[in-house]
């Protein structure tokens, strides 16, 4: 995927994420769709793309919330640079995909759940179970549909999305 295309998809999901994943939460959960796009990305790519398009996610998601400016570029970051690893070992089979997309949005929750817990593990535990497991079966839900979507386009000659 060429840059201009990333960084118009980082910009398309923004909106999705601001617009339609609030009123698409269950009980206070909601899909990390960058999460979803990370994966549809950097599977199979390089770690240094990974981490620079993870890098960027993460600083467009920091924009959002001044107070903890650097955490998610920190936590997308090693996120995508272990999507990118995984991807390098699993087989492209929406099942794993969707694992992939589950591990990575549970990983991000908890480095960001390490930080603004405040060292509560109360609190810690509290938010894990009450939110993120639940936010990243959902999202894992969600990216299997959309990996199924692009596995289809790529069978009706669309080409490979992710790659070029």
Do not use: C, W
Request: charged share 5%; aromatic share 10%.
């Amino acid at each position: 995927m060429k840059p201009v295309s990333a960084v118009l998809a980082v910009v398309i999901v923004l909106i999705l994420q601001l617009i339609v994943a609030p009123h698409m939460a269950i009980a206070g959960m909601a899909p990390n769709l960058f999460v979803i796009l990370l994966a549809a990305i950097v599977l199979g790519r390089g770690t240094l793309v990974a981490v620079i398009l993870g890098a960027f996610i993460g600083f467009i998601v920091d924009l959002g919330n001044a107070s903890y400016l650097g955490l998610g570029i920190i936590s997308y970051s090693v996120v995508s640079y272990g999507i990118a690893r995984m991807g390098a070992v699993l087989p492209e089979h929406i099942g794993y995909r969707s694992f992939v997309v589950f591990v990575s949005s549970l990983a991000v929750d908890l480095i960001s759940l390490a930080v603004t817990a405040s060292l509560s593990f109360s609190g810690f535990i509290s938010s894990l179970f009450r939110f993120s497991i639940g936010s990243a079966l959902y999202s894992a839900l969600i990216a299997a549909f959309v990996f199924a979507v692009l596995t289809l386009g790529s069978f009706m000659g669309a080409g490979r999305i992710g790659r070029s």
